[in-house]
């Protein structure tokens, strides 16, 4: 699903246009994304939660010579799933389709 899909699938659940749909999705990736990189974590009980994670440096190897070389620290943008969405993903009938 990409996000004009999402949007067309908020549209329908919540009985609102696809603008105004698109207009509410926008604005809380936005929000999320600020919030985030603000170093604030945001937590939406039953769905999951978004932080910014430290992840320190570390030596890694060149994979075509290699060669040793270090990964610098970074911050990178981390989820948690909640209990909800785990099971429900969990429970899914699709998973195991052959």
Known sequence: MNKGE???AIADKA???KKQADAVLTATLEAIIETV???EKITLV?????ERRDRAAREGRNPK???KMEIPAT???GFSAGKLF???VAGSED???A
Request: hydrophobic residues 30%; glycine residues 16%; proline residues 4%.
């Open 6 to 8: 999402l949007v067309d």
């Open 15 to 17: 009985g609102v246009t």
């Open 37 to 39: 990189s603000n170093g």
């Open 46 to 50: 039953g769905f999951g939660s978004f």
């Open 65 to 67: 010579t290699s060669e």
């Open 75 to 77: 911050r990178v943008p």
């Open 86 to 88: 785990k099971e429900k």
């Open 95 to 97: 998973s195991f389709a």
